[in-house]
């Protein structure tokens, strides 16, 4: 079956660094995606990541690695407008998003 | 405005009753989603379209129905609500194959049933 696990919550200190990890197994494989969402609100994408290696964009990077189904999302200076949920989500061989449960980062001072 | 909006965004409704939630985008893209959310769950697909004559089931889609009236509007039916179908729902839209993880979501539609 088709299946994406990552930590259900994490706690970080605002300033710090965090890392949130996935796994995946799914039917063929398209990409990892990365998204956010405030509680209450919709997702918003983050990043995506084709290719093995780390993709940065500010102070959020994500790593893949395929030969592993692992991937990991690596957030920098941490603000507490970044409390969220985190959605990793890999499209399959049909090009349909598996979604994993998400994990909530809570940020403290 | 949003590109992609969702009406109504609340709904409290009876056991039984027919509802429909309406969804529009402006991006000008194919590809639209029906996505349900319960704490815990993620986000679960009910069904998808990827243009106006092509309709497909997702994951749960008993008990749901869908129809999509032109590229920007697809709308998503309870024919009969259940309490077990109160969640928040999130129509979403994307390009086509190569940038078909990217989605673009509605602000929701949080439904409650009792």
């Known amino acids: 079956g088709q299946n994406i696990d990552q930590p259900t919550e994490m706690t970080a200190t605002e300033g710090a660094i965090v890392q949130i990890n996935c796994t995946y197994q799914?039917?063929?494989?398209?990409?990892l995606f990365w998204y956010q969402q405030h509680a209450g609100e919709a997702p918003t994408f983050l990043s995506y990541?084709?290719l093995d290696g780390l993709e940065e964009k500010g102070r959020f990077s994500s790593f893949l690695s395929r030969s592993k189904g692992y991937s990991y999302l690596l957030l920098k200076e941490l603000q507490m407008k970044d409390s969220a949920s985190y959605l990793c989500?890999?499209?399959?061989?049909?090009?349909?998003?598996?979604w994993g449960a998400g994990t909530k980062l809570i940020i403290k001072p | 405005d949003a590109d992609v909006t969702q009406t109504p965004r609340n709904r409290i409704t009876k056991t039984g009753k027919r509802i429909m939630l309406e969804c529009s985008q402006t991006?000008?893209?194919?590809?639209m989603y029906w996505y349900r959310q319960d704490p815990g769950l993620g986000l679960r697909l009910i069904y998808y379209?990827?243009?106006?004559?092509?309709?497909n089931k997702g994951e749960i889609s008993d008990g749901y129905s869908v129809s999509r009236q032109a590229q920007a509007k697809f709308s998503l039916s309870l024919e009969s609500a259940i309490p077990n179908q109160t969640a928040l729902y999130f129509c979403?839209?994307?390009?086509?194959?190569?940038?078909?993880?990217?989605?673009?979501f509605g602000e929701g539609s949080r439904l409650t049933v009792l």
């Open positions: 799914t039917s063929g494989f398209n990409g």
């Open positions: 989500a890999a499209l399959d061989s049909n090009y349909q998003l598996i």
């Open positions: 990541n084709v």
């Open positions: 979403a839209t994307s390009e086509g194959t190569v940038h078909a993880g990217e989605l673009f």
């Open positions: 379209s990827f243009d106006v004559k092509d309709i």
């Open positions: 991006k000008g893209h194919d590809r």
